[in-house]
């Protein structure tokens, strides 16, 4: 397999491969959106505009279906950045991968002379930055900070009576699933990315044999990749609605 | 592969970073897009509402003008014939009441003009009596005289 180019500034361990894929993933989101946006009409949208349009209510339609309709709208530049990002970054590892061998020893890379004597060294400069656990537990902290933090700022009683539901015994275990709320967010989303990726790679090796492999698994990571973005958007609304929500109609 | 939490941390702030921007620059342009076009279909709806509750409102004004119309012109008609029936009405009884006065008149007439006939002829027939007398008294002389005066008085009489 491949290994990925460590930087090594100061005391910080800089994975330059993640670094450059999230630069390019937030830039291209963004002039997606940017060019979505750029002329907008109420009676007369663009192409883009429209496409932008269907995904604001595509994302409305499921944050709906998370919470109360009249709550949805806080939750809309969110849901709708997350489900761009993720899906933007879940595509990006897919057309290409740039890989280098050095045959020297590079110290700030982290290539040292026993590695490339232990055998033969690749790097790889290009994937899905959602193919990282590092980024993916990133995304994840982010919903865990909100949901808690909305939780415990709009819905006070209710989100700390809910530790002890339905007896103070099940505490803990509320505890374990509040803490596995966030890390399998995080696991599923990077092991489907990287899982896509490192059979994208395997395919390869067989060479032009596995073209037809390559297009079918390419396709199908398509499909993953909006999954996932879809899956990581919807439980991050659930999991708000959960914790921040309070319906006066269901509970007495 | 491993564990860096520098990526951690760069993945969170380029995310808040890009949640920032996309919310500024793209979804609240987008937003107040799809607001005023949420606005712009309801005016438009209710524009249609309220111009299809005046075409009713003046589709039931005309109706009932028309109403009014049909009614004013079969009251003219009604009018028209009352008027007609009373007028003929009129004139028969007027020429009635003529035609009974003219036959009185004529009546009254005939009954006058009989009794002055009558009048006239008992007048004349007075007179004729004292001539006739006068001449009876005149003429006692003779038999001869007398029939004289009396086949005159007669021949008088017949040519009379």
Known sequence: MHDFPIWQLGPLQIDVATWIALLVSVIVTFVVARLAVRNLSVDNPSKMQNFLEWAVDFVHNLIGSAMPLNRVKPFMSLGLTLIMFIFISNLLGLPFGIVTEPHHEIESLGITKEMLEHGHVALAWWKSPTADISVTAGLAVIVFVIVHFLGLKQNKKHYLKHYFQPYPIFFPINLIETISKPVTLALRLYANIFAGEVLISTILMIGWYGTPFLIAWQGFSLFVGAIQAFLFTMLTMVYISQAAIHDEAEHH | ?160
């Open chain 2, 1 to 160: 592969m491993g564990w860096h939490w520098e990526s951690t941390v760069i993945a969170m702030v380029a995310f808040g970073i890009l949640y920032w921007l996309l919310s500024k620059y793209a979804f609240g342009p987008l937003f107040s897009i799809m607001e005023q076009r949420r606005q712009l279909v309801l005016e438009q709806m209710n524009t249609a509402e309220s111009s299809r509750k005046q075409a009713e409102a003046n589709m039931a004004e005309q109706k009932a003008a028309l109403d009014q119309a049909r009614k004013d012109a079969y009251d003219i008609i009604e009018q028209a014939r009352t008027t007609s029936t009373k007028q003929a009405d009129d004139i028969v009884q007027t020429a009635k009441t003529e035609a009974t006065r003219l036959k009185d008149d004529a009546l009254k007439d005939i009954e006058s003009e009989k009794n002055k006939a009558i009048a006239a002829l008992r007048t004349e027939v007075g007179g004729i009596s004292v001539k006739i007398a006068s001449k009876i008294i005149e003429k006692q002389i003779d038999e001869k005289s007398q029939e004289q005066l009396v086949n005159q008085y007669l021949k008088e009489v017949g040519s009379k």
